[in-house]
């Protein structure tokens, strides 16, 4: 089953405009991640945050994480076209001695020149 | 360093045929993961070992899907017999420990007639 749901599922913008996704989960978290797929290739680490912190910045990214609301939102600042790709937030429950990731179903992001 | 490498990159079969996925993963990496990606979805995590023991299968398939991780390093899934709705991308994934960031290889793409 999968632990994070991504919104919106899909986004289109204009270069240079920001993006922001969401990403809610359901049960407590050790950690949050953000990973960039783009099309026909294997996910890429964007950012981790964990259960503790609030805020995180990666270069054009800022990640939040509020635990009390189960959310977490991906910012990209100034976006560019490469920024195109799907986007995804991955969790780990420290519930689970396995310390499995489990991914969140995506956001489709669309960055038009 | 040299990233996670998987074979074949695409491979098509028809039904109830059998079908090989092959993972080297980074050097010295001893979480090694194989997910499932259904298009449009999240990556579905099939097994996970660390080193050549398996942490979690819960959600293989294992009447028709097995996955060993030889000597710790190399991993192969294996598929037998396939089935129309096996038809996804088998990626695979490396961590240096549990917890840590993922690194994916680009995956392969099967396609089942």
């Known amino acids: 089953s999968q632990q994070g749901e991504e919104d919106p599922q899909a986004l289109s913008i204009q270069e240079g405009e920001n993006a922001t996704m969401n990403c809610s989960y359901k049960t407590s978290i050790n950690n949050l991640q953000w990973y960039r797929q783009n099309s026909g290739r294997g996910l890429v680490h964007l950012i981790l945050i964990r259960s503790n912190e609030r805020e995180k910045h990666s270069g054009r990214l800022r990640v939040t994480l509020d635990t009390s609301k189960k959310s977490s939102s991906l910012l990209i600042t100034a976006s560019r076209a490469a920024d195109t790709a799907s986007y995804f937030c991955?969790?780990?429950?420290?519930?689970?001695?396995?310390?499995?990731?489990?991914f969140g179903s995506g956001t489709r992001l669309l960055v038009r020149p | 360093e040299a990233g996670v490498a998987q074979s074949p990159r695409y491979k098509i079969i028809e039904k109830r045929q059998s079908v090989a996925f092959w993972c080297n993963p980074i050097?010295?990496?001893?979480?090694l993961y194989w997910y499932q990606q259904i298009l449009g979805q999240g990556p579905k995590l099939l097994i996970q070992f660390q080193n050549n023991g398996v942490v979690d299968d819960s959600q293989l398939p294992k009447d028709r899907f097995s996955a060993e991780r030889l000597k710790g390093v190399d991993s192969t899934l294996k598929i037998q017999p396939a089935k129309l709705e096996d038809s996804a991308v088998y990626l695979c994934a490396s961590s240096s420990y549990v917890n840590s960031p993922l690194h994916f290889g680009n995956g392969t793409r099967l396609t089942v007639t």
């Open positions: 050097s010295g990496h001893a979480t």
């Open positions: 991955a969790t780990v429950s420290p519930m689970d001695s396995s310390y499995k990731l489990i």
